[in-house]
């Protein structure tokens, strides 16, 4: 099992960049697959970002894809998610997800994600 606690959520103007990052207990995580999700105010949580276990493979959503970097640090046992050129549409909770299996893909899909942390709120003002 693994414990997630995401930090770096906060208010920023449209344009800026914030860093997010998921600290995660447990001696495993070098093995697990790792996401970003999010979720608006009356929107369903939506696939932000992923990475596989190795880190060798990473995927994202379109909407982020160029502004958003999604990186692992095994050593530290954290996930990181660097995000530029922000806009207001990406106001929402942001959460990260850990997924037991070993692919060499990582999945998009909430169904594909065994623990979740508690989320950081992300606000971009225009």
């Known amino acids: 099992q693994v414990q997630l606690v995401e930090s770096g959520g906060g208010l920023v103007q449209a344009g800026g960049s914030l860093r997010l990052s998921c600290a995660a207990s447990g001696r495993t995580f070098s093995s697990y697959a790792m996401g970003w999700f999010r979720q608006a105010p009356g929107k369903e949580r939506e696939f932000v970002a992923a990475?596989?276990?190795?880190?060798?493979?990473?995927r994202y959503a379109e909407s982020v894809k160029g502004r958003f970097t999604i990186s692992k640090d095994n050593a530290k046992n954290t996930l990181n998610l660097q995000m530029n050129r922000l806009k207001p549409e990406d106001t929402a909770a942001y959460y990260c997800?850990?997924?037991?299996?070993?692919?060499?893909?990582?999945?998009?899909?909430?169904?594909?994600?065994?623990?979740w942390g508690q989320g950081t709120q992300v606000t971009v003002s225009s």
């Open positions: 997800a850990a997924d037991r299996r070993r692919g060499p893909v990582p999945g998009t899909s909430i169904t594909e994600y065994d623990y």
């Open positions: 990475i596989s276990w190795s880190g060798g493979s990473t």
